[in-house]
């Protein structure tokens, strides 16, 4: 098994509890994590037995930015579940967004969000 990542993808978007972040927008960072066997792929050198992550990106760069969510647990889920449906040869997939200087009324690095989906 191995890995392939997609590392602090970076996008500008409008998600939020707050009625002032659907407003104004703000920054979020997103990671993936997808585990799959690509040896066949590798000796081949061969992307159609790989996660294409030009491919991830953009399916990850359309969840974000063309939709409006409440949390950005949402946007966690609904990227695994995607990128899980869009190669299926993937046996589990880790995402991570984070939203940086989260409105929580203190000082606050990061809020961030993981899931993990995992192939029956």
């Known amino acids: 098994m191995g890995t392939v990542r997609l590392v602090n993808a ?19 960072e997103v990671d993936v994590a997808a585990r799959l066997d690509f040896a066949a ?8 037995g790989t996660v294409d992550y030009e491919k991830v990106y953009a399916l990850v760069e359309e969840i974000v ?14 990227t695994a579940e995607r990128v899980a449906e869009t190669f299926p040869h993937v046996e589990a997939v880790e995402v991570t967004v984070r939203k940086p200087n989260p409105p929580v009324g203190g000082t606050c690095d990061r809020a961030e969000a993981v899931y993990l989906w995992e192939r029956d």
């Open 10 to 28: 970076v996008f500008y978007a409008h998600h939020g509890v707050m009625e002032e972040e659907h407003r104004i927008g703000g920054r979020y």
């Open 65 to 78: 930015t063309e939709n409006n969510f409440y949390l950005i647990e949402k946007l966690a889920y609904l």
């Open 41 to 48: 792929a590798a000796e081949r050198d061969d992307l159609a």
